[in-house]
């Protein structure tokens, strides 16, 4: 009994157990989400707040985690304030898990007694985003699943079952059938002899608009097509006004001049449309303009009203009072849009569901009325 416990023992401790742990472990660290950085300051900011050092801080967090991407992370900051680098620094080592925003807002604040702060207000912004960005995604996902849903049973009405009602039809001499049953036999037909060089056209048309959209061309395309959708369009136009205007209220609050704060905006929003705008505000700051030189012709991103209270901030010297009134404005009118959007886009998917239902039933009971018609005869 001893000798078998022993060979269980042995086993669990084998090379395919370390395989599998080892397997775990490296897919915990490409793990490291939105939620676990928000957790990462929020923690470290907190230790810090209670007097605690920031190497034992993160020693701490290095111990008491069980996400083998935060272990990984807080190891590796460990290791560079060994060698007496800085917070910043190792974080700037680490892009994988932190971005350009995260390592200049850090490395402004880390110098003051302020670190603390400036990691709860990251949190906070990456909170808040990550709200907003779970919400403005949930508005889309019902109407995309209707959408899904109504092709996957249009195409299994056509491929499936209308043939077999139509062969019925074929059994009867001289029936004529309704325009209605006629277009969607042509249809049915047409899907039925046709589906292999819809499907790969189809595939071909995936492949070909995917290499198109991952061009930097291809992606501002796409950007203002999504602009142009109404309800949809607005509520990503104010989404990414209120990501633009909290980005840059945290960095001119961290001290930083208009000249930082827009090169980190610019590295921040990953769209090609605001990279072209921010390039646009680069050059008229380095030519000692204002920032209301280039917003005001940036009305299909930056709406008219915002420009002229950009424009009231910059000439009173007080741009972050000015960024708080839009953000006032723009955060109630974002969530007002996004639940509206919800109500909305769901009733029009239910009324064009709804009429390709009933444009089907009209078909098939045009058919049988003429079955009947013809069987009285």
Same mark, same amino acid.
């Given at each position: 009994?001893?000798?078998?416990?022993?060979?269980?023992?042995?086993?669990?401790?084998?090379? #395919?157990?370390?395989?599998?742990?080892?397997?775990?472990?490296?897919?915990?660290?490409?793990?490291?989400?939105?939620?676990?950085?928000?957790?990462?300051?929020?923690?470290?900011?907190?230790?810090?707040?209670?007097?605690?050092?920031?190497?034992?801080?993160?020693?701490?967090?290095?111990?008491?985690?069980?996400?083998?991407?935060?272990?990984?992370?807080?190891r590796n900051i460990s290791a560079f304030l060994n060698r007496w680098k800085s917070f910043s620094y190792a974080l700037n080592r680490l892009p994988d898990y932190f971005d350009a925003g995260d390592y200049s807002l850090i490395k402004t604040w880390e110098m003051s007694w302020e670190l603390p702060l400036i990691l709860q207000s990251l949190?906070?912004?990456?909170?808040?985003?990550?709200?907003?960005?779970?919400?403005?995604?949930?508005?889309?996902?019902?109407?995309? #699943?209707?959408?899904?849903?109504?092709?996957?049973?249009?195409?299994?009405?056509?491929?499936?079952?209308?043939?077999?009602?139509?062969?019925?039809?074929?059994?009867?001499?001289?029936?004529?059938?309704?325009?209605?049953?006629?277009?969607?036999?042509?249809?049915?037909?047409?899907?039925?002899?046709?589906?292999?060089?819809?499907?790969?056209?189809?595939?071909?048309?995936?492949?070909?608009?995917?290499?198109?959209?991952?061009?930097?061309?291809?992606?501002?395309?796409?950007?203002?097509?999504?602009?142009?959708?109404?309800?949809?369009?607005?509520?990503?136009?104010?989404?990414?006004?209120?990501?633009?205007?909290?980005?840059?209220?945290?960095?001119?609050?961290?001290?930083?001049?208009?000249?930082?704060?827009?090169?980190?905006?610019?590295?921040?929003?990953?769209?090609?449309?605001?990279?072209?705008?921010?390039?646009?505000?680069?050059?008229?700051?380095?030519?000692?303009?204002?920032?209301?030189?280039?917003?005001?012709?940036?009305?299909?991103?930056?709406?008219?009203?915002?420009?002229?209270? #950009?424009?009231?901030?910059?000439?009173?010297?007080?741009?972050?009072?000015?960024?708080?009134?839009?953000?006032?404005?723009?955060?109630?009118?974002?969530?007002?849009?996004?639940?509206?959007?919800?109500?909305?886009?769901?009733?029009?998917?239910?009324?064009?569901?709804?009429?390709?239902?009933?444009?089907?039933?009209?078909?098939?009971?045009?058919? #049988?009325?003429?079955?009947?018609?013809?069987?009285?005869?």
């Amino acid at each position: 009994m001893v000798e078998k416990q022993q060979d269980i023992h042995e086993y669990s401790a084998g090379p #395919i157990d370390s395989i599998i742990v080892s397997t775990l472990q490296s897919m915990d660290r490409g793990s490291f989400w939105t939620k676990d950085k928000i957790l990462f300051f929020k923690e470290l900011a907190y230790l810090l707040k209670w007097g605690i050092s920031l190497f034992a801080a993160i020693k701490l967090i290095w111990d008491s985690s069980e996400n083998y991407a935060l272990q990984e992370i807080s190891r590796n900051i460990s290791a560079f304030l060994n060698r007496w680098k800085s917070f910043s620094y190792a974080l700037n080592r680490l892009p994988d898990y932190f971005d350009a925003g995260d390592y200049s807002l850090i490395k402004t604040w880390e110098m003051s007694w302020e670190l603390p702060l400036i990691l709860q207000s990251l949190a906070t912004e990456y909170v808040y985003i990550k709200d907003m960005k779970n919400k403005y995604i949930g508005a889309l996902i019902y109407p995309a #699943i209707l959408i899904v849903v109504a092709i996957v049973a249009v195409l299994a009405l056509f491929l499936l079952v209308l043939p077999n009602i139509f062969s019925i039809a074929e059994s009867f001499q001289n029936l004529q059938l309704p325009w209605i049953t006629r277009t969607l036999q042509s249809i049915s037909v047409f899907l039925q002899t046709q589906w292999k060089v819809i499907f790969w056209i189809i595939a071909w048309l995936t492949l070909l608009g995917g290499i198109f959209f991952s061009t930097e061309f291809g992606k501002k395309n796409r950007f203002k097509v999504l602009l142009s959708i109404p309800m949809i369009g607005t509520m990503t136009k104010y989404f990414y006004i209120v990501k633009f205007c909290r980005y840059m209220k945290l960095m001119m609050n961290a001290g930083m001049n208009y000249i930082q704060t827009f090169q980190l905006l610019r590295d921040i929003l990953h769209i090609p449309a605001y990279h072209e705008m921010i390039e646009r505000v680069l050059v008229w700051l380095n030519k000692w303009e204002n920032i209301y030189k280039v917003l005001q012709y940036e009305t299909e991103l930056i709406p008219p009203d915002v420009s002229i209270m #950009i424009k009231v901030g910059e000439e009173s010297a007080n741009l972050s009072n000015s960024l708080d009134n839009i953000l006032e404005m723009y955060q109630e009118d974002l969530n007002t849009i996004i639940m509206r959007s919800s109500k909305i886009i769901e009733p029009v998917m239910l009324i064009f569901v709804g009429w390709i239902v009933v444009v089907i039933a009209l078909g098939i009971f045009g058919l #049988i009325l003429q079955i009947m018609e013809w069987s009285g005869m």
